[in-house]
């Protein structure tokens, strides 16, 4: 594997893998054909590369036909409908015959709004090839001539390396801590459940009131803290299960991902949002964790905004789901308080974007959601009194 040909393979993978930041999508057993993605390139989220010495046009058309169907399928896999895909061939020699015709023009897919293009580059001759994918890149693919005569394992080794320190990015943004805050409250919304349960019942409604369940005209009089105390309450053993059944699964993984203390200020700036909207829109007497628990699915939707092409890789797809089934559910059933969910999942969504991930800065993400949310918690704390 070191031919002109292979070389060059591995110089072009190069390019967009380490230069370009594409990341390997497939990659053959043989390691020659690679799909390369990276949705931030909107315009050639998708590359294909194949390194195989082509005898006949009619082979390379069969090809282009297969390439199609694949193009198609990957687009659903990185939800990302693609508006071009670029598909080399890298060649020791060009066809014996007419080939032309079947790279002139481009192939459509996706009901013709995915444009498929397709490149053939000569190892012999690699000039008129790599200057026909200039138009399709976004920076300048140049070979130089001491990489033509260098090692194609060198470079192949160059491409592996750096995809490995992005997988061991990925790695270590889903491995910031283990979880500690998830089961401190959990144990506090079930010992106060217990505490409840043994002076007066948790459905009594003055006991919800006594223990500092959401009561809007107590509030209104400047007991503040039943913003916050209505996390750790819930209305019966149900409520309580479902809660804290959904905190059990969701809140190690928000809290391996953002840490210890991140996830303690998402989880209770979401819970104050949350109990803040309800004070806002519903006059009902309410409680429970829902709108913390909202709160991390939005934490988690901010992955999409700063990590898309993971988050669809691993949970986007579960993450929007559930949210969604959620978000019905509360609205097709009463006595559910939606307003303290969405306040919740609004609230988590800033919190993660203040607070950002650990060891990472995003000064132009974080200080705006910082100022939006001290303007949000002002207006809505001045909703509490509005004569004054």
Same mark, same amino acid.
């Given at each position: 594997?070191?031919?002109?040909?292979?070389?060059?393979?591995?110089?072009?993978?190069?390019?967009?893998?380490?230069?370009?930041?594409?990341?390997?999508?497939?990659?053959?057993?043989?390691?020659?054909?690679?799909?390369?993605?990276?949705?931030?390139?909107?315009?050639?989220?998708?590359?294909?590369?194949?390194?195989?010495?082509?005898?006949?046009?009619?082979?390379?058309?069969?090809?282009?036909?297969?390439?199609?169907?694949?193009?198609?399928?990957?687009?659903?896999?990185?939800?990302?409908?693609?508006?071009?895909?670029?598909?080399?061939?890298?060649?020791?020699?060009?066809?014996?015959?007419?080939?032309?015709?079947?790279?002139?023009?481009?192939?459509?897919?996706?009901?013709?709004?995915?444009?498929?293009?397709?490149? %053939? /580059?000569?190892?012999?001759?690699?000039?008129? #090839? !790599?200057?026909? =994918?200039?138009?399709?890149?976004? &920076?300048?693919?140049? @070979?130089?001539?001491?990489?033509?005569?260098?090692?194609?394992?060198?470079?192949?080794?160059?491409?592996?390396?750096?995809?490995?320190?992005?997988?061991?990015?990925?790695?270590?943004?889903?491995?910031?801590?283990?979880?500690?805050?998830?089961?401190?409250?959990?144990?506090?919304?079930?010992?106060?459940?217990?505490?409840?349960?043994?002076?007066?019942?948790?459905?009594?409604?003055?006991?919800?009131?006594?223990?500092?369940?959401?009561?809007?005209?107590?509030?209104?009089?400047?007991?503040?803290?039943? %913003? /916050?105390?209505?996390?750790?309450?819930?209305? #019966? !053993?149900?409520? =309580?299960?479902?809660?804290?059944? &959904?905190?059990?699964? @969701?809140?190690?993984?928000?809290?391996?991902?953002?840490?210890?203390?991140?996830?303690?200020?998402?989880?209770?700036?979401?819970?104050?949002?949350?109990?803040?909207?309800?004070?806002?829109?519903?006059?009902?007497?309410?409680?429970?964790?829902?709108?913390?628990?909202?709160?991390?699915?939005?934490?988690?939707?901010?992955?999409?905004?700063?990590?898309?092409?993971?988050?669809?890789?691993?949970?986007?797809?579960?993450?929007?789901?559930?949210?969604?089934?959620?978000?019905?559910?509360?609205?097709?059933?009463?006595?559910?308080?939606?307003?303290?969910?969405? #306040?919740?999942?609004?609230?988590?969504?800033?919190?993660?974007?203040?607070?950002?991930?650990?060891?990472?800065?995003?000064?132009?993400?974080?200080?705006?959601?910082?100022?939006?949310?001290?303007?949000?918690?002002?207006?809505?704390?001045?909703?509490?009194?509005?004569?004054?």
């Amino acid at each position: 594997m070191n031919s002109r040909a292979d070389v060059l393979f591995w110089a072009i993978s190069r390019h967009f893998v380490v230069e370009q930041e594409y990341r390997i999508l497939f990659l053959s057993e043989n390691r020659d054909e690679m799909w390369l993605a990276n949705t931030k390139k909107k315009n050639l989220p998708l590359v294909r590369l194949l390194r195989y010495d082509i005898d006949w046009g009619n082979w390379l058309y069969r090809d282009i036909r297969d390439c199609c169907a694949q193009a198609e399928d990957l687009c659903k896999q990185i939800k990302r409908l693609a508006p071009r895909v670029l598909n080399i061939y890298v060649s020791e020699y060009a066809p014996v015959d007419d080939y032309e015709i079947y790279l002139d023009e481009p192939m459509h897919i996706n009901g013709g709004k995915t444009e498929l293009r397709s490149v %053939l /580059i000569e190892g012999e001759n690699p000039g008129p #090839g !790599i200057s026909k =994918l200039r138009p399709f890149t976004e &920076s300048r693919l140049a @070979i130089a001539p001491e990489t033509m005569s260098g090692d194609a394992y060198a470079l192949q080794r160059t491409v592996f390396e750096a995809e490995a320190r992005r997988e061991e990015e990925e790695r270590q943004l889903f491995d910031a801590g283990r979880p500690f805050f998830t089961y401190v409250f959990l144990a506090v919304q079930i010992a106060v459940f217990i505490v409840m349960s043994l002076t007066g019942g948790t459905q009594n409604t003055q006991n919800l009131i006594r223990f500092g369940a959401k009561y809007n005209p107590l509030i209104m009089e400047g007991q503040y803290w039943r %913003l /916050i105390m209505p996390v750790f309450i819930h209305i #019966g !053993i149900m409520h =309580l299960f479902m809660n804290s059944l &959904s905190l059990y699964y @969701i809140g190690p993984l928000v809290e391996r991902i953002y840490g210890k203390a991140r996830f303690a200020l998402i989880y209770l700036f979401a819970g104050f949002t949350g109990c803040l909207a309800s004070f806002l829109f519903s006059p009902s007497l309410s409680a429970g964790a829902s709108g913390a628990i909202f709160g991390l699915f939005g934490a988690l939707l901010y992955i999409g905004t700063a990590y898309r092409d993971l988050f669809f890789r691993t949970m986007g797809s579960s993450v929007i789901t559930l949210i969604i089934i959620n978000l019905v559910f509360g609205f097709s059933v009463s006595g559910i308080d939606n307003f303290g969910h969405l #306040g919740g999942l609004f609230g988590g969504f800033l919190a993660a974007c203040i607070v950002h991930f650990p060891k990472r800065k995003r000064i132009g993400v974080q200080l705006p959601a910082l100022l939006i949310a001290a303007f949000l918690v002002y207006m809505g704390l001045r909703g509490i009194h509005p004569a004054d």
